[in-house]
């Protein structure tokens, strides 16, 4: 059974970076879709960046050019580099991963099956 568990959030001011760890066991990590969603109290999650299996990625759009996902294979990995970060950033932080795949990569949370327990990442102004 595939597990996710995410780290690296934390606090820090506008214009600020962090960069989130999603590492992963349980299952043959390089032939699944992966992908970072957040999620705001009370709101829907939404899908941040996600990466199909052969490597190409999909952004959110208020996060194209601040935010990039990166795998490393040989460590079981997903990154999410987060720059200039702004206050409306401020969530929950989710990886998951999908027993499919699909083109483009998808930013839709119902087409993952997998999820990790999150990590809170605040941007305060």
């Known amino acids: 059974q595939m597990q996710l568990v995410e780290s690296g959030g934390g606090s820090v001011q506008a214009g600020g970076s962090l960069r989130l760890s999603c590492t992963t066991s349980g299952y043959t990590y390089s032939t699944a879709d992966m992908a970072w969603f957040r999620q705001v109290s009370g709101k829907e999650r939404e899908g941040v960046a996600a990466?199909?299996?052969?490597?190409?990625?999909a952004y959110k759009d208020s996060v194209k050019g601040r935010f990039t996902i990166s795998k490393d294979n040989a460590k079981n990995t997903l990154y999410l580099q987060m720059n200039s970060l702004q206050p409306e950033d401020t969530a929950m932080y989710y990886c998951?991963?999908?027993?499919?795949?699909?083109?483009?990569?998808?930013?839709?949370?119902?087409?993952?099956?997998?999820w990790g327990q999150g990590t809170q990442v605040t941007v305060s102004s």
């Open positions: 998951a991963a999908s027993r499919n795949s699909y083109y483009p990569p998808a930013l839709d949370s119902k087409k993952y099956n997998v």
């Open positions: 990466m199909h299996v052969v490597g190409d990625t």
